[in-house]
């Protein structure tokens, strides 16, 4: 009895003891999540910070939008100010998501009056045929090039007897075609099977997606000059988003002309006997919608959400140089020959550094056995001109000094 009265009375005290406990903590938890919400709804995602930085970090990057800033350099300038505001650490790939996500939005949405000022590095390069005109896929050189392409005027040239070719800038007489490829590094192997020369095609390739810079050097180049743009790509997801984002818009770049976009491959016909490799499809259904939505037909889209892809590294150097000349003569790939205007022009200019060559050839002789005094002021002479202007090269002010020694 007495047993059942002492387990009776710790049994009514420990009930409420624990009844006030759970009282406590839910009345700590209650003070403890009005305290996060009070301190938290004045704070903001790294994604808002970023809106509320990107002006203010711009200025700061270009000197007050006075020069061109690179995505890096506004990431910089943003990364403290968002965060000091963010309601988490930004991360140790915060740069890569600044550049490739949040600045691109940001000026996709906001439409900033600066977006020319933006500069984005180079992730690639395009080089014409039969020349010496290559440039990095980079903002800064698309834009450089393209205004020099709208620029050009054969009879703006001026004559140059050292002229190898006649003179070109972008696609007009000089290629009938631009090559994409979605990785670098096959530069050897095309330029010792000679494809550019040979086809008269313009070469171009990425490290991966294709950026921004290079969409807008195709759209110009492709729809101005009516010439195609063919693709190279491996035959997996990242392949056929490569093909989807060059000839669709997407969030980052809107096509406002049309041109034409040929698929190259790698499509299922051109796998056949080739190594394949398991990859891991997170999202299915997701990942088909996107392949149907690129051009993959069913058959290679079954093959690809069950998880097996073919990179272009799996043809041997003899095959990918086949596969690309099969594909070639496919689509009527031909070399380009100017009209008749541009060919008589063509050839009066060429005539013309030939006869002044054989001159200059028996002018050379004749001053070969003569002595040619040099200036004793040389380089006095430089050296003020060089004051004057810094940007000047030595040589170039030799140039002018020569030139003005030789005039009658």
């Given at each position: 009895?007495?047993?059942?009265?002492?387990?009776?009375?710790?049994?009514?005290?420990?009930?409420?003891?624990?009844?006030?406990?759970?009282?406590?903590?839910?009345?700590?938890?209650?003070?403890?999540?009005?305290?996060?919400?009070?301190?938290?709804?004045?704070?903001?995602?790294?994604?808002?910070?970023?809106?509320?930085?990107?002006?203010?970090?711009?200025?700061?990057?270009?000197?007050n939008n006075t020069l061109p800033a690179n995505a890096r350099q506004i990431m910089y300038a943003a990364r403290p100010m968002i965060a000091q505001m963010a309601d988490r650490?930004?991360?140790?790939?915060?740069?890569?998501?600044?550049?490739?996500?949040?600045?691109?939005?940001?000026?996709?949405?906001?439409?900033?009056?600066?977006?020319?000022?933006?500069?984005?590095?180079?992730?690639?390069?395009?080089?014409?045929?039969?020349?010496?005109?290559?440039?990095?896929?980079?903002?800064?050189?698309?834009?450089?090039?393209?205004?020099?392409?709208?620029?050009?005027?054969?009879?703006?040239?001026?004559?140059?007897?050292?002229?190898?070719?006649?003179?070109?800038?972008?696609?007009?007489?000089?290629?009938?075609?631009?090559?994409?490829?979605?990785?670098?590094?096959?530069?050897?192997?095309?330029?010792?099977?000679?494809?550019?020369?040979?086809?008269?095609?313009?070469?171009?390739?990425?490290?991966?997606?294709?950026?921004?810079?290079?969409?807008?050097?195709?759209?110009?180049?492709?729809?101005?000059?009516?010439?195609?743009?063919?693709?190279?790509?491996?035959?997996?997801?990242?392949?056929?988003?490569?093909?989807?984002?060059?000839?669709?818009?997407?969030?980052?770049?809107?096509?406002?002309?049309?041109?034409?976009?040929?698929?190259?491959?790698?499509?299922?016909?051109?796998?056949?006997?080739?190594?394949?490799?398991?990859?891991?499809?997170?999202?299915?259904?997701?990942?088909?919608?996107?392949?149907?939505?690129?051009?993959?037909?069913?058959?290679?889209?079954?093959?690809?959400?069950?998880?097996?892809?073919?990179?272009?590294?799996?043809?041997?150097?003899?095959?990918?140089?086949?596969?690309?000349?099969?594909?070639?003569?496919?689509?009527?790939?031909?070399?380009?020959?100017?009209?008749?205007?541009?060919?008589?022009?063509?050839?009066?200019?060429?005539?013309?550094?030939?006869?002044?060559?054989?001159?200059?050839?028996?002018?050379?002789?004749?001053?070969?056995?003569?002595?040619?005094?040099?200036?004793?002021?040389?380089?006095?002479?430089?050296?003020?001109?060089?004051?004057?202007?810094?940007?000047?090269?030595?040589?170039?002010?030799?140039?002018?000094?020569?030139?003005?020694?030789?005039?009658?």
């Amino acid at each position: 009895m007495k047993s059942k009265a002492l387990i009776d009375a710790i049994t009514g005290v420990t009930k409420k003891w624990t009844k006030q406990r759970k009282r406590e903590e839910r009345e700590r938890s209650a003070a403890q999540h009005r305290h996060h919400f009070l301190i938290r709804r004045y704070r903001v995602s790294i994604r808002e910070a970023a809106w509320q930085a990107m002006e203010e970090a711009f200025l700061k990057a270009s000197a007050n939008n006075t020069l061109p800033a690179n995505a890096r350099q506004i990431m910089y300038a943003a990364r403290p100010m968002i965060a000091q505001m963010a309601d988490r650490d930004l991360g140790g790939t915060f740069d890569k998501y600044f550049t490739q996500t949040l600045l691109p939005d940001y000026i996709a949405e906001a439409r900033p009056a600066w977006t020319s000022k933006v500069v984005f590095d180079a992730r690639g390069h395009f080089a014409e045929p039969h020349s010496d005109t290559e440039i990095g896929l980079g903002t800064l050189e698309v834009r450089a090039y393209l205004a020099s392409v709208r620029g050009h005027r054969v009879n703006g040239v001026e004559f140059n007897v050292r002229d190898r070719y006649f003179p070109t800038y972008g696609p007009e007489n000089r290629f009938g075609a631009i090559l994409f490829l979605e990785k670098e590094g096959f530069d050897p192997l095309l330029q010792e099977a000679h494809l550019a020369e040979r086809y008269d095609l313009a070469i171009m390739s990425t490290k991966g997606m294709s950026v921004t810079a290079s969409r807008e050097l195709v759209q110009e180049l492709c729809a101005t000059h009516g010439i195609p743009l063919l693709v190279l790509h491996d035959f997996d997801i990242s392949g056929f988003t490569i093909f989807g984002t060059l000839r669709n818009s997407t969030r980052r770049f809107t096509y406002d002309r049309t041109f034409t976009v040929i698929d190259l491959g790698l499509r299922l016909d051109d796998i056949d006997g080739l190594e394949r490799e398991e990859v891991f499809v997170s999202s299915p259904s997701k990942t088909a919608a996107t392949l149907e939505r690129h051009g993959a037909t069913q058959k290679e889209i079954d093959i690809l959400v069950g998880g097996e892809r073919v990179e272009l590294n799996a043809l041997t150097s003899d095959e990918l140089v086949a596969l690309i000349e099969r594909k070639l003569a496919k689509h009527v790939v031909r070399k380009v020959i100017p009209d008749d205007t541009i060919l008589a022009a063509a050839y009066q200019r060429m005539h013309k550094q030939a006869v002044i060559q054989e001159k200059i050839d028996e002018l050379a002789e004749d001053l070969d056995a003569t002595e040619i005094e040099t200036p004793k002021d040389l380089r006095r002479r430089i050296t003020a001109k060089i004051k004057l202007d810094a940007t000047r090269s030595w040589d170039a002010i030799m140039r002018e000094i020569a030139d003005d020694g030789a005039a009658p």
